[in-house]
């Protein structure tokens, strides 16, 4: 049985093109990129070459980037090195409560060692408001860290607003983008954003590898500890074929392309709401549908189904979906971002499934999860009628 993968918000399979890469640098490529010999010096234009291909992705310049193990290891390193830098300045940080664990743990912890931290409500489509975010806003702000996009529901915060905020102020801006980086077209230069944070594996790249945009001025010291690569930004020895990868996996995404996605996933979510609909399943979209969100992401709630009992009858049938981030999802807590939406006490919040989308995904995949769930909602209400 060919099992049909919706979840891409997770992680993306590798393609063709980015595993080839991979294993050409692997072969081919293995000189320490800190050398001065020629093996050396092979590795290090292969790497700088990737860092202008990011760069030019966000309007960066290539110095601006640096290489990291990934989306966890940019935001901690972003949060908690400026909080470290500048808080001769302040203590106070401004987030969404509906950020990434990788963001809300390490403010986490900057709370418990003396930082004051705003969180931000959403609404129920999981949007922030300007007015809120303006009063948070205060002389003692030194940090700003608000995604771009949600990895649950698929809101896209108003980056550019905020920003445009912020540019007079002392507090420097950063964005995790690990979700909406090659979906939406980001400009570092247009929405004023001093950080952002991205990883590869949700560009059909390798695992294990990511980047940290920091405009030239926001200096800080090295989070990992130990030589002086990447030009004392970040130690450890340069992961070069897993760079390289990253930078096809980004040469693959124009800005055409992501328009396409875009629409296409779009296009998914239409045809599933109407699919299910026709079917007579009591559901209903956690969110909004619109093209101004990240839609690849989409959150069902499944009317007095258990998101556990949904989310097993599928994969025994086959089918691979998310209870919510695949960070969290071992873990028995219910979504803090439905639970922000939503409120603690809503159904929603231990009755929803997150389906997502990706570059491999059909309408054959589509058909295949929309019939096999509607056969397991119609079981389980059927068993529960005779009980």
């Given amino acids: 049985m060919k099992e049909v993968y919706l979840d891409n918000a997770a992680t993306t399979p590798i393609s063709k093109e980015v595993y080839a890469e991979l294993m050409d640098k692997y072969k081919n490529v293995f000189g320490n990129a800190s050398t001065l010999y ?38 901690n390193t972003a949060i ?24 809300l743990k390490p403010l986490k912890f900057l709370e418990n060692h003396g930082f004051r931290v705003t969180y931000l409500p959403v609404d129920k489509n999981g949007n922030i408001s300007l007015d809120d975010f303006k ?8 940090l700003v860290t608000i995604m771009t996009g ?30 909406a980086y090659g979906l939406l077209d980001i400009d570092v230069q247009r929405d004023h954003i001093d950080m952002l944070s991205t990883s590869a594996h949700k560009i059909n790249g390798p695992k294990m ?18 030589g002086d690569q990447e030009e004392k930004r970040r130690a450890g020895t340069e992961n070069v074929p897993a760079i390289a990868a990253f930078g096809k996996a980004v040469e693959t995404i124009t800005s055409q392309e992501k328009a396409h996605r875009q629409e296409k996933y779009l296009k998914f979510k239409h045809y599933i709401v109407d699919k299910l609909t026709k079917n007579g399943i009591d559901f209903e979209v956690n ?28 994969d025994l049938a086959g089918i691979a979906v998310s209870g919510g981030s695949a960070c969290t999802a071992g873990s028995i807590e ?13 159904p929603r919040i231990s009755e929803s499934i997150r389906v997502s989308f990706g570059r491999y995904t059909t309408y054959e995949d589509l058909d295949k999860f929309i019939d096999a769930l509607v056969k397991i909602v119609t079981r389980i209400k059927k068993k529960e009628v005779k009980e």
């Fill in 38 to 75: 020629g093996l050396g010096r092979q590795s290090k234009e292969v790497m700088e070459h990737s860092r202008e291909i990011i760069a030019k992705s966000i309007n960066a310049d290539p110095d601006e980037i640096v290489f990291t193990s990934g989306g966890s290891e940019s935001d």
């Fill in 80 to 103: 908690m090195q400026t909080a470290i830098a500048r808080k001769k300045l302040g203590n106070h940080i401004i987030t969404t409560a509906i950020e990434h664990e990788a963001v």
């Fill in 135 to 142: 009063e948070a806003l205060d002389d003692q702000t030194i």
């Fill in 150 to 179: 949600n990895n649950e529901v698929g809101s896209v915060m108003p980056i550019h607003e905020i920003g445009g905020i912020l540019k007079d102020h002392q507090a420097w801006f950063h964005t995790d983008a690990v979700q």
């Fill in 209 to 226: 590898i990511g980047f940290l945009y920091r405009r030239t001025g926001v200096n800080f010291p090295s989070f990992v500890k130990g």
């Fill in 287 to 314: 969110g909004e549908i619109t093209e101004h969100n990240l839609n690849h992401v989409f959150n069902l709630w499944i009317k007095g189904m258990s998101t556990y009992v949904i989310q097993t009858n599928l």
């Fill in 334 to 346: 219910p979504s803090h971002v439905l639970v922000a939406m939503y409120g603690e006490d809503s």
